[in-house]
């Protein structure tokens, strides 16, 4: 009898245990089901309706419901009335179809409730409500702007006019009710979704002529609404006597932002006004004061002593005009733009006389690379502090180097390890280019006196030594190579050709060369 009170209590236990674990089951499947509830979509709609009759409004949930409480929290109304009729089920969509047609001119509110479940019983998130209507529209078109405005000037001899309504036109029979006099040759057209008119010419418009464009109170929008009242726009057609100038010109970066104004030379007497610090990289920018034709303008920029820019600017007429110099101008050099006169605008009126900049191109981002000096080791093999570092500068050729066979030096005959210092003046802000330097390094002995192979540039100079003291604040390059010191006597040249560049990209323009005594 107690073993069987054991096994029945193992068993009951194990029950229990096994209920348990079946309701964590329950309740763990239970977390996997979406919690949010929610309608989302519905019809017909927050547009006006024009067809009341046969409309079924339809609501789609999140997922599917539980038809009697979705029902139960559903209706429509007009004026506070109950709209009655008959529910469709499709999915998760709920259909209704008023027993009798909506009616014409009124406006319909749509509600769920939040009784609405889901058929796991969770309820609607939030009460759903909608509005609709069957109001036809009234409003008449209005008239907002035109282009050019009542009593301004057509811009271009083939200018396009246009008027705009704050609603769109009907574009059937739009045509007849506008009308431009003295008569003009073009096409109507509609654009921006009906609500604009323009004109566009297939001639041009007689200058100094007073237009009038007329659109009749019988202009319609796409409702059949009319205008009720005409609408007028007077407008010339080129203004004769009126001669474009040179507002401003300034210098611009490669981000387009203004980073000097240039002053025009209006000095006699061979008084000159110099605009100074102009950088390779820049553009030029003219500002005009009204559009002007840009391929007159390319053939009246005149530049002396420097490369002719080009207009970047893009179109026939612009009122602010950019150009590029494809070839920089020399550096530290003077060049002369000249804006002759005969510049055109649009409506033929033509510039009466010339302006000049004058401008030097000096700044200090735009210096070409310069070799000033070198340094090297005298002693390779010796200690750090005893290296004998000499110095030869670019303006002091021909001096002495005293390159000696021995212990710690230069051994005849013997290839050595040893360093160059290449010190360089460098536009401001600018690091020289490695690459194109090894490539313009060059060295040569007469009577095959010395020989060096350079085997990589590296920006930066001795590790064991500061800069030299004369050149402080110059860029270093370091050649590593191998020396081998002959008997014979000669004339060594440490060379860079013209060409090796910084990474502005200004380049040196000649070769430039060290000569020492050996």
């Not at 096994?18 to 239970?30: G, H, I, T, V, Y």
């Not at 078109?141 to 811009?155: E, K, L, Q, T």
């Not at 007077?234 to 210098?251: D, I, N, W």
């Not at 981002?365 to 000499?390: H, I, M, T, Y």
Request: hydrophobic letters at 40%.
């Amino acid at each position: 009898m107690r073993t069987m009170a054991r096994v029945s209590t193992r068993l009951a236990i194990s029950l229990a245990t096994l209920l348990a674990m079946l309701l964590a089951s329950a309740n763990a499947c239970s977390l996997l089901v979406p919690y949010s509830f929610e309608v989302v979509a519905w019809s017909p709609g927050q547009e006006r309706i024009d067809e009341a009759g046969g409309i079924i409004v339809g609501v789609e949930f999140s997922r599917e419901a539980d038809r009697p409480s979705s029902e139960s929290a559903f209706s429509l109304s007009v004026d506070g009335e109950a709209v009655l009729g008959a529910f469709s089920w499709l999915g998760a969509r709920m259909g209704f179809t008023p027993y009798a047609p909506l009616r014409d001119g009124a406006d319909y509110e749509l509600r769920v409730g939040t009784g609405a479940m889901d058929q796991a019983g969770v309820s609607l998130e939030r009460a759903f409500e909608a509005r609709f209507s069957t109001k036809a529209e009234r409003s008449r078109p209005r008239f907002v702007s035109s282009d050019p405005p009542d009593g301004g000037r057509m811009v271009g001899e083939l200018g396009t006019l246009t008027l705009e309504f704050d609603e769109a036109i009907d574009p059937i029979g739009f045509r007849s009710s506008l009308s431009i006099a003295p008569r003009a040759r073009g096409s109507w057209r509609l654009v921006e979704g009906g609500r604009r008119i323009e004109f566009r010419p297939t001639e041009p418009w007689a200058r100094s002529v007073d237009y009038t464009c007329e659109a009749d109170a019988g202009l319609r929008d796409e409702e059949g609404n009319e205008i009720g009242r005409s609408v007028v726009v007077r407008f010339v057609a080129g203004l004769e006597g009126v001669a474009p100038e040179v507002t401003a010109a300034a210098a611009v970066d490669a981000e387009g932002e203004v980073v000097a104004l240039l002053e025009a030379d209006e000095a006699e007497d061979g008084a000159y006004t110099l605009n100074r610090g102009w950088e390779s990289r820049w553009r030029l920018r003219m500002d005009f004061s009204e559009p002007v034709e840009l391929a007159g303008l390319a053939s009246a920029l005149a530049c002396d002593s420097g490369p002719k820019p080009l207009i970047e600017t893009i179109g026939a007429y612009s009122a602010s005009v950019l150009w590029r110099f494809d070839e920089p101008p020399e550096w530290n050099g003077v060049f002369t733009l000249r804006v002759e006169s005969g510049v055109e605008d649009q409506d033929g009126d033509s510039s009466d006389s010339d302006i000049v900049y004058r401008i030097v191109a000096d700044g200090p981002g735009s210096r070409p690379p310069r070799f000033v000096g070198l340094r090297l080791p005298l002693a390779p093999g010796a200690e750090a502090a005893d290296r004998e570092l000499a110095a030869f500068a670019l303006d002091e050729p021909f001096s002495t180097l005293a390159i000696a066979g021995g212990d710690g030096r230069y051994p005849i005959g013997v290839p050595t390890g040893t360093s160059i210092e290449l010190y360089l003046e460098l536009a401001e802000g600018a690091s020289i280019d490695l690459l194109s330097t090894m490539g313009s390094f060059s060295f040569s002995a007469t009577n095959g006196s010395l020989e060096f192979d350079a085997l990589r540039v590296v920006a930066g100079g001795f590790d064991y030594a500061e800069p030299h003291p004369a050149w402080s604040g110059l860029d270093i390059v370091r050649i590593d190579g191998s020396m081998t010191n002959r008997a014979d006597c000669g004339l060594v040249t440490f060379s860079l050709d013209g060409g090796y560049a910084d990474s502005w990209g200004n380049a040196a323009k000649e070769d430039q060369c060290l000569s020492l005594q050996k």
